[in-house]
């Protein structure tokens, strides 16, 4: 068991660009239980930038002379932020030393490669988490809340997400073309927010509408084996970043998350004798205010918190590497179907 006695986590930084340091760090830094001791990136200026950021942090040219620190630096876990084909390597090297992962997505290209590395993070009952932050955002908290704050039984028959990205910084990335990219660095969120929806997908039907350079416009209808269905339209390369989510669950009710922070639910209300087609609307709604420099960094405090908390507690967070290598599994289905498949041997290299 990989429980802390402790009550602070200890964390090295695997990767120190910009993602991790506009995205991930202010997190880390703003949780009371976590310390940065350490640091590896191969670009020097990094490590000073992040020398001059936390006092006394030790810094590495590589996360092979980290990891091998790890124990004499007491590092409890690591968070890496770089390419997928570096996640997947040190993610392992990680878990060899018994170390707690938190990766930035995609975590791999392929499920197998994930849920072999899950399974033994598992089996060592070390904390793993991916950052498909959709999940964690407030607004789906609040949501799935309702849906259970009662005996009465509510539950999602139909969902729809209608998603649009921008165009990215290149149309290739990571030696994919721009329809296997838009999956491995965009849709993946949808497809991780679907799962935590249905539990599980069994049958998919991926369309490809149009493919230009920089845009592609992708549907795909995904079902559970309970036959609850969800229907996402997802597009790179609009001028708009949204994210714009419609529940109908069992009961007739309607819930409506924009960007997946404002929350409308109208419940199941009778016609009130009112004559011809008038008709009551209520509804009730939250939102969290001007928690966020944009919507879009909604669900980053809220992933490291369960990290954190499935460290000191030994739980299992929802994005976990087994979970995450189902998700890669869809993508390679969705991948597959549309005529975009992965060279195993080829890719990431």
Same mark, same amino acid.
């Given at each position: 068991?990989?429980?802390?006695?402790?009550?602070?986590?200890?964390?090295a930084?695997?990767?120190?660009?910009?993602?991790?340091?506009?995205s991930?760090?202010p997190?880390?830094?703003? $949780?009371?239980?976590?310390?940065?001791?350490?640091?590896?990136?191969? =670009?020097?200026?990094?490590?000073?930038?992040?020398?001059?950021?936390?006092?006394?942090i030790?810094?590495?040219?590589?996360?092979?002379?980290?990891?091998?620190?790890? /124990?004499?630096?007491?590092? &409890?876990?690591? !968070?890496?932020?770089?390419?997928?084909?570096?996640?997947l390597?040190?993610a392992?090297?990680?878990?060899?030393? &018994?170390? $707690?992962?938190?990766?930035?997505?995609?975590?791999?290209?392929?499920?197998?490669?994930?849920?072999?590395?899950?399974?033994?993070?598992?089996?060592?009952?070390?904390?793993?988490?991916?950052?498909?932050?959709?999940?964690?955002?407030?607004g /789906?908290?609040?949501?799935?809340?309702?849906?259970?704050?009662?005996?009465?039984?509510?539950d999602?028959d139909?969902?729809?997400?209608?998603?649009?990205?921008?165009?990215?910084?290149?149309?290739?990335?990571?030696?994919?073309?721009?329809?296997?990219?838009a999956?491995?660095?965009?849709?993946?969120?949808?497809?991780?927010?679907?799962?935590?929806?249905?539990?599980?997908?069994?049958?998919?039907?991926? &369309?490809?509408?149009?493919?230009?350079?920089?845009?592609?416009?992708?549907?795909?209808i995904?079902?559970?084996?309970?036959g609850?269905?969800?229907?996402?339209?997802?597009?790179?390369?609009?001028?708009?970043?949204?994210?714009n989510?419609?529940?109908?669950?069992?009961d007739?009710?309607?819930?409506?998350?924009?960007?997946? /922070?404002?929350?409308?639910? /109208?419940?199941?209300?009778?016609?009130s004798?009112?004559?011809?087609?008038?008709?009551?609307?209520?509804?009730?709604?939250?939102?969290?205010?001007?928690?966020?420099?944009?919507?879009?960094?909604?669900?980053?405090?809220?992933?490291? &918190?369960?990290?954190?908390?499935?460290?000191?507690?030994?739980?299992?967070?929802p994005?976990?590497?087994?979970?995450?290598?189902? !998700?890669?599994?869809v =993508?390679?289905r969705c991948?597959?179907?549309?005529?975009?498949?992965?060279?195993?041997?080829?890719?990431?290299?």
């Amino acid at each position: 068991m990989n429980l802390l006695t402790k009550e602070n986590v200890n964390i090295a930084l695997i990767g120190c660009g910009r993602h991790l340091t506009r995205s991930l760090l202010p997190n880390i830094f703003a $949780h009371p239980k976590t310390s940065i001791v350490a640091a590896a990136d191969i =670009i020097p200026e990094r490590l000073e930038a992040i020398s001059k950021k936390i006092k006394g942090i030790k810094t590495f040219k590589s996360a092979e002379d980290l990891l091998e620190q790890a /124990t004499e630096l007491s590092i &409890d876990a690591v !968070v890496i932020s770089m390419d997928p084909a570096g996640h997947l390597k040190f993610a392992e090297k990680a878990i060899q030393k &018994d170390l $707690h992962v938190f990766v930035e997505k995609p975590a791999a290209f392929f499920e197998e490669d994930l849920r072999k590395i899950g399974i033994e993070a598992e089996r060592k009952n070390l904390a793993t988490c991916v950052g498909s932050k959709w999940r964690y955002t407030p607004g /789906t908290k609040v949501l799935k809340d309702w849906i259970n704050i009662d005996s009465v039984e509510r539950d999602p028959d139909l969902i729809l997400l209608d998603v649009t990205f921008p165009k990215g910084l290149t149309d290739e990335l990571w030696g994919l073309n721009g329809v296997q990219a838009a999956f491995y660095d965009m849709y993946i969120h949808a497809i991780d927010y679907i799962f935590s929806w249905l539990g599980n997908i069994s049958d998919i039907k991926t &369309d490809l509408i149009k493919v230009e350079k920089n845009k592609q416009k992708v549907v795909i209808i995904c079902k559970n084996s309970e036959g609850k269905t969800a229907i996402a339209s997802l597009v790179r390369g609009s001028a708009a970043y949204q994210v714009n989510f419609t529940a109908h669950l069992n009961d007739g009710t309607q819930a409506i998350l924009k960007d997946l /922070t404002h929350l409308e639910i /109208t419940p199941v209300t009778p016609w009130s004798n009112t004559e011809g087609s008038l008709r009551d609307h209520p509804s009730l709604q939250w939102n969290p205010g001007r928690l966020y420099r944009g919507y879009a960094r909604a669900g980053y405090a809220e992933e490291w &918190d369960s990290f954190i908390e499935s460290i000191l507690s030994n739980t299992t967070t929802p994005t976990n590497l087994i979970m995450a290598s189902s !998700v890669l599994g869809v =993508i390679e289905r969705c991948l597959h179907q549309i005529g975009h498949p992965l060279n195993k041997d080829k890719v990431g290299k």
